[in-house]
């Protein structure tokens, strides 16, 4: 059984049972973010989140296991194709150089760690259309001299 | 006079003066990264803000003509080599598909917009380590059918 | 069941019947290219949508909640290699710039959107030789300043 | 003198003239996409073309020949990163298949040519915010047998 | 069935019957180049031509409305390995701005078209060891200006 | 003095003269497609043609050493974007692959040369419009065993 | 049967068999270098050759017909990884320039034939530690002019 | 002075007096195939053969010290497009695998060393055309197991 | 039975019988991190190894022949996406240049082999955050003259 | 004055003064890993760091001030030519996926970071050829869960 077997049950039990993102996350107790990360196969979940999704979502229990492997981050598009995610890579392009400005500017040399990391997505309401809110927040890890 | 040559002239007025972005944002009126966004010449400024941008820098009078003229966005990395860059590219990797998910599952099929958009860059507190804070908040917009 | 599948299903049908792109987009009430598009998985229906389509084409019930899934676009190829897409991925090489500039001329800074988008491809008489009409319609979307 | 330095000349003129691409079109009796493309350098302009440019924009005698001389299209970035110019490769990336398939249902197995070509754009209004309208159109051209 | 279905039972019958190219292109009529580029999928064929093939080679009758399909042209590698096809490559690179510059000297700006096009390939005797002779023919196609 | 200037040099005397390729082929005894590429600094010129050369151009004497010097071949563009150059990268997609075969049906395993190698252009005349015809002749050489 | 099926046939007969490829070579009377590559596919073998590996490797009398086939040859990675394959491409990044040179201040503008070309593999003794030699031998093409 | 410009040095030097590379070669008392290298900045000369290079092409004393740094080794084409060079890459690509097996089968796991190397380039006599002949030679490196 | 299939069984094994690699490695009598390499099929076991592995982890005996096999190193990925692996490729980009001239300053023109080369990865304890340390050693290869 | 700038200047008082990269280090109080790589503009210097290595290198004042900026990490090779940092990414490509494993297993997911990452090289004396040693340690981060 491999990551991609589990998310592939999860997908199916999601759909059988018309839980969103936002249910099932709440029902294991974590973000919405970090859940379905998880269960796409890019994070690894801690022993009793995992065990707290194969009950959720009626999975065998075998996947519990297979959540908690430590997972090899791939993507293939170095580009990414799909215009909501391109979007993205876009901001990183356009404002890439002015986040690490200012980041910098504030706290030195360094960076925003992607490891120490976590993201929230909301919605918020707006008479000109409703807008997508992301929030991301890591921990700033400074560059050592030695 | 380019874009590239009031870019130069701000950088160095900035280091004469002694002034950070938040400065020099906060006299012009307009967040830091805009502001900054504007000044590398990734964004174009309205003619006020150009003006104010000319007075508070002591920049030549020509100078508020360029900062007005639309940019042709160019980055030249497909693949940004930069640490602090290549973590935010990091996280579109990691995150993308989670992040179009959400949006998608919220909102229907459409995507974040990134041209009616706007970001927030601060620093949180945290006695583990401070943490930067980046806000992304950008317009829904949805698929046309026709 | 995949998208994959639904528009194997769909293209088999259109061989059976001997319907046109014209004849199926009439049928379910939308135009040639969204009808196209959307069989081929790169674009979403609407329910009422992908109801109709079942109905016409004879697909199985199932057929109708995978054409309302959101798609993952994607395309392998950056540079096109087919000649009658690739002569389309030239023009944007060619007349990128000049439509940017014209744009951007008449509205302001910003963009074509390509999601609140649409398209009609029609033929147009001509003692020279028949010609092949593209129009596009998006809706303007100006950048921020904040 | 080259193409490049006829470019930096008529953007100059421009500047200084105060006059719009579609005032310049006017003036030498052509569009405003061919106008620009040819100022830009990507397309050739006849001799009585040529001259009315120089003339219109107040060019040394020599651009006229420069003008007329048959360019090297060459465009560097193949995935281009500007906004704007990307929206049209997205397009592209999208609906090239489409466009494909309804071109040939239409006319048999073929082309719209990149070469025997014409575009506008114009601005369309909508009360939900203005539209830009992109007109192609290109002579198809059918494959051989021999 | 699949184009890739069609070419593995001409190639299967092909080998049986010890036929030729030039051979299959004969009982055809249409030319060796020709015949085997539909053969491989890469140009579709007229029905007359699709039918005497199936004939010819001993088909399935479905075999022949797959010959007339219209092919989607794709290659893989941008620069070519086999080394009797890269010489070809290499050729477009150094002879390329040659072949350009000659074309435009005599017809005016524009190309030769690779759609209204025909090729072929025949040996021609030599002392000094034989040689390959290849002939392309396309019509010369102007830019337009408007 | 390097090949590039050179070519700066015949092109700067083709101008003031008003030679064709055509014109200058002749005055030196070879082909127009070589003598171009061989102006472009993609051959090497024997003696007496650099000679040649030098005094139908009105060149400086240096200018024939440089001539005969052995080039070092480069073209930046792994594909072409130039329209009239991309139409032949196409053709070595689309037909490389029969173009090899129908080789090695008549003269065994090996490829054409492009080293021994000719190419002609000429004008076709054609009452649906004029033709081109590229004529390139290669050496057959059969790959060794041993 | 394809080159593949034959290449795993070959591999198992001779890991069976225990023989080397010297042994293989010698029995089929032929070097080992082209004797290996053409039981990888990469060479076709003429017909006596053919039925001589298929009688000294015991494998089933089509396999002969396919090793005379002519290989169509690819290879996938533009810049190889395995480090015993990619130090012959650093020689050639490293030294290519220099064999260019002193091939042509030899023979003239011109190459060493890839195609008309052989090579041996032997073991150098050295006191300092044992040396592989390759030796390569291959015909000079010189340019033509025409 | 950097070794760009001691190359250039050289080659003019090399013009002005006539000398082959072989003579250069022998003057310093090493291989042809070393002395361009090092000369075209490639390889690092040993004190001695610098300062004998600088007087055998009377060289500023200064150019004794350049030869003797340490290069970086940078190509910018990773696949090599001069025809001579290109061949070498295509035997790579072609007999690498071949190369790999048989120097493995010989001496066990490890690779040819590309830095503890060596190679000469030498012409052959044939009546059907001399041949180039490449002979390179570099110690075996055995893998480690720890 | 391919190197796969032996990485396949002995992952599995190591699942089953919740060994750590430093258990295998210790119980075969080599280093972790060779002892993972070999498993992973990217090192050849010498015979007593192998069988020893085979032994350890239960496999069938067939898999001692496959583990001695010599592999072909592949790596898919020219830039990793993991972040655990991309943070060694971003460190050679930083510090590549760096380590080189170290080593070169203390030992001469030359390479850090990683043929002849091993590697210990080792926790260290620190109030800080425990840290990974990673040791190198690689035999120094002096560039040759000859 | 840019980075650029002053490490010219740095190198050229180095090789004026004949320090090696450790004396620099030493007589700034540093290790010389990170000296060197500061000084090539890939690391940014505390202040009393900078104005050492003014003192010491007799650099102008202001160089003092370019030392300190935050670098942006710029390398132009995605895969490395030079033999010696080549060398280092084939480690990467090789032990990449083990060193992922080992630090994994004995962690937990995370990775070893390389910001807060410090460096030391040294030579180790081997009857058998000195070896080359390169000790890495960076704070392991393990991922969030949030």
Known sequence: M?????????????RTTGMKW???????????VWTHSAAMGMNAMPKDKAEAMVSV???PQEAALVLQEYP???????????????RLYEIVGVYGPTI????????????MSAIDFDMQITRVANPKGDRVKIEMSGKFLGYNSW
Do not use: N, R
């Not at 090899?72 to 391109?86: G, L, R, S």
């Open 2 to 14: 491999t990551k991609e077997d589990v998310t592939e049950m999860i997908l199916s039990a999601k």
């Open 22 to 32: 936002e249910d099932i996350a709440e029902k294991i107790g974590m973000s919405p």
């Open 57 to 59: 979502m009626g999975l």
């Open 72 to 86: 090899t981050k791939i993507w293939e598009q170095a580009v990414p194709t799909d215009p909501c995610v391109y």
């Open 100 to 111: 690490k400005t200012l980041i910098q500017e504030e706290f030195g040399d360094g960076i």
